[in-house]
């Protein structure tokens, strides 16, 4: 079945760092593709998405391309501020037949930034 | 900007009892989904609901049911309580290719 494999982490940076947080995906069909961000006790917003191929999806200075020939959305940052840090889950959403639109989760990276 | 809100946000039960969680979507969003998050890990999609019927289901034992009511919201009832049901539960609506948009979820611990 469709799957998402993310970095472990903690992944831990001084504010200013450059991130990188790996995913890739394992899917039958052409999913859409989404990083969400849970900071402590909340629950999940949408931090970006992608709906095909070659598309770069970005906000708040985070970016992730969608890449069908590597199955890969890395997210990343140039710059990283200790508001960052939070837990990072990348997803997959594909329509199954019965036109269930169900996001599968990774299981979350969590990143520490450090001033 | 969110317009998802659940609750109660936090929630304790004992084993073997019953729990009734809500949640009302975002305007204009007709596809409510559930989903338990257990502790460290990801979200895990428990059901569906599309225009007040249940549009697809996860790997949970019927006694995890749902409603969807005519203006969308919707509730998550659990029946015969376990331990390991100790989780965050999240809502989440949504609308085609747009992402979905999830509550601030409510905190079950069973005991």
């Known amino acids: 079945g469709d799957s998402v494999t993310q970095m472990e982490g903690p992944v831990t940076l001084s504010e200013e760092a450059f991130l990188t947080i790996n995913c890739t995906y394992t899917?039958?069909?052409?999913?859409?593709l989404f990083w969400y961000v849970q900071y402590p006790g909340e629950g999940l917003q949408l931090l970006l998405k992608?709906?095909?191929?070659?598309d770069k999806g970005s906000n708040k200075g985070f970016e992730a391309t969608y890449r069908k020939e590597t199955t890969s959305f890395h997210l990343e940052k140039g710059s990283v501020q200790v508001s960052d840090s939070a837990v990072y889950f990348c997803?997959?959403?594909?329509?199954?037949?019965?036109?269930?639109?169900?996001?599968?989760f990774g299981t979350g990276t969590r990143l520490q930034v450090f001033p | 900007e969110t317009g998802v809100t659940q609750s109660p946000t936090h929630l304790i039960k004992t084993r073997g009892q019953q729990v009734t969680l809500r949640c009302s979507s975002q305007?204009?969003?007709?596809?409510v989904s559930w989903y338990q998050q257990a502790l460290g890990q990801g979200p895990q999609f428990i059901f569906q609901?599309?225009?007040?019927?249940?549009?697809g289901r996860g790997n949970f034992p019927p006694r995890f049911s749902g409603l969807q009511f005519p203006n969308y919201s919707s509730e998550l009832n659990v029946n015969a309580l376990e331990l390991d049901d100790s989780a965050l539960y999240l809502c989440?609506?949504?609308?085609?290719?747009?992402?979905?948009?999830f509550g601030q979820g409510t905190r079950l611990t069973v005991v």
């Open positions: 992608a709906t095909k191929a070659d």
């Open positions: 899917a039958t069909g052409y999913p859409s």
């Open positions: 997803a997959l959403s594909s329509y199954n037949l019965d036109n269930t639109d169900k996001l599968i």
């Open positions: 609901y599309y225009r007040e019927e249940e549009n």
């Open positions: 305007s204009g969003h007709n596809t």
């Open positions: 989440a609506s949504s609308a085609r290719d747009r992402g979905a948009f």
